[in-house]
């Protein structure tokens, strides 16, 4: 599955935006899909992940009650939804898909789009 990510940007703290991952390639309803992200110098981490059918959704706690994680497998198209965005939350974001079995990790990643927040 590709995957393409858009939607970052330059924004002011307290400020929201909404990114989406567009997916092709193979059938979306069958992964589950997640957001991770990195800023410089620092590892990639895990932020918010939703099952194949959208019934399930986790979250970062230093981004739980502020991001919201959904897919439209109509659209083959997961969002996250990013508000009262924190300096802390710049870096790059990737989305990125694995098979729904158990066991399976994050095989397929997106390019990246880069978010941005000013104090």
């Known amino acids: 599955v590709q995957l393409q990510a858009s939607g970052g940007g330059l924004v002011q703290a307290g400020d929201s935006l909404r990114l989406s991952c567009a997916a092709s390639?193979?059938?979306?309803?069958?992964?589950?899909m997640g957001w991770f992200r990195q800023a410089p110098g620092k590892e990639r981490e895990f932020v918010a992940g939703?099952?194949?059918?959208?019934?399930?959704?986790y979250y970062a706690d230093s981004v739980k009650d502020r991001f919201t994680i959904s897919r439209d497998n109509a659209k083959n198209t997961v969002y996250l939804q990013m508000n009262s965005l924190k300096p802390d939350d710049t870096a790059v974001y990737y989305c990125?898909?694995?098979?729904?079995?158990?066991?399976?990790?994050?095989?397929?990643w997106g390019q990246g789009t880069q978010v941005t927040v000013s104090s």
């Open positions: 390639g193979r059938t979306f309803s069958r992964y589950d």
């Open positions: 990125a898909a694995r098979p729904a079995v158990a066991g399976t990790g994050y095989a397929y």
């Open positions: 939703i099952s194949w059918s959208g019934g399930s959704t």
